[in-house]
């Protein structure tokens, strides 16, 4: 009744799922790069030279 995973089935399994930690890791690492403290601050807080233009 039960079937086995044949061997390549096992082998694409953990290879996706070795990608999938790969990929996550490596956009952790690319996104620690970024400031985003200061590209909010810039949205929630409007910068003094747009109030003298109006």
Do not use: C, R
């Not at 996104?31 to 985003?36: E, M, P």
């Amino acid at each position: 009744m039960l079937e086995q995973l044949e061997t390549w089935h096992i082998v694409l399994i953990i290879a996706t799922v070795i990608a999938v930690i790969w990929s996550n890791i490596a956009l952790l690492k690319y996104s620690a790069k970024f400031d985003f403290k200061g590209k909010i601050d810039k949205q929630t807080k409007p910068d003094d030279s747009d109030k003298d233009k109006k």
